[in-house]
């Protein structure tokens, strides 16, 4: 099942206070960069994060998840109404990758 536009809006505009969001759309999903950096992405429309540390520090119940067949797990977030959250969220994974 491909994921929608309408939830990658919804989204994106709950990643609007941050500057350097962008996606690129990849065989009917969506991989989610911060400041060219991959962090995320939104699979059958489920928005997913990377494993980091902080990831499972700031989520310790989630899940991991397969985005689709053959891919790494990711963390399912569930929490994707909290603005400030998923901000602070992104923020966090994007320091652990970029170390």
């Given at each position: 099942m491909a994921s929608?536009?309408?939830?990658?809006?919804?989204i994106l505009e709950q990643l609007s206070g941050l500057d350097g969001i962008t996606y690129r759309a990849m065989m009917g999903e969506y991989i989610i960069y911060y400041k060219g950096t991959?962090?995320?992405?939104i699979?059958?429309?489920?928005?997913?994060?990377?494993?980091t540390e902080a990831a499972k520090t700031m989520m310790p119940d989630a899940g991991l998840v397969l985005p689709y067949e053959g891919a790494k797990k990711m963390i399912l977030v569930d929490d994707v109404e909290n603005r400030t959250f998923l901000s602070d969220l992104i923020e966090a994974v994007y320091k652990d990758i970029s170390r």
């Open positions: 929608g536009r309408d939830y990658l809006d919804y991959i962090v995320g992405g699979y059958d429309d489920r928005f997913l994060v990377k494993p």
